[in-house]
Structures are given as structure tokens and as C-alpha cells.
């Protein structure tokens, strides 16, 4: 199964997270299929950008976005992602 999840980046104390595509078995910082987006929660208000239009074509072929992600879609303007 495919999933929409976050993967951490950044430097100790000081995290951002890249919206990837990734295998549901993978890693969470392992290999992944496609970077979608970024969300940095260290900057005040929190900086959250998606690519719609490939978020919405991995929804489409069955991609599941973690409960998380689906937060930050919905916060970014994209709905419910459902």
C-alpha cells in the first residue's frame, strides 16, 4: 500500500518534515516515491506547502494520507483529502 506521510529533515531541535510518497513498509526515513510538499512548525505561523495537483493524483490512485497529513491538507486548503 501507498501512503501519504511525513518524513523528518533538519538539524537537531530544529525539525521540518517533506510530504512524501512513500511504501507503507518503508522507513520512516527511508526510500520514497515522490516529495509532494514540506511543513516547517518552527516558524511562527507554520509554513505548509503542497503540490495540489499531485497530492490530488496520488489521492486519486489510491494513495492513504496519514491522519497527520490529512490535518496539514486540510490547514493547506485541499479539504478532507478523502
Given at each position: 500500500m ?6 523528518r ?5 530544529r525539525?521540518?518534515y517533506r510530504?512524501i ?12 516515491i515522490e516529495?509532494i ?7 511562527e505561523?507554520?509554513d505548509?506547502?503542497?503540490d ?11 494513495a ?16 478532507t483529502?478523502?
Amino acid at each position: 500500500m501507498v501512503k501519504i506521510r511525513l518524513t523528518r529533515m533538519g538539524a537537531h531541535k530544529r525539525p521540518f518534515y517533506r510530504i512524501i510518497v512513500a511504501d507503507s513498509r518503508a522507513r520512516r526515513d527511508g526510500p520514497f516515491i515522490e516529495i509532494i510538499g514540506y511543513y516547517d512548525p518552527m516558524k511562527e505561523p507554520s509554513d505548509i506547502k503542497v503540490d495540489a495537483e499531485k497530492a490530488k493524483r496520488w489521492l486519486q490512485v489510491g494513495a492513504q494520507p496519514t491522519d497527520s497529513v490529512k490535518h496539514l491538507f486540510q490547514r493547506a486548503g485541499l479539504g478532507t483529502a478523502e
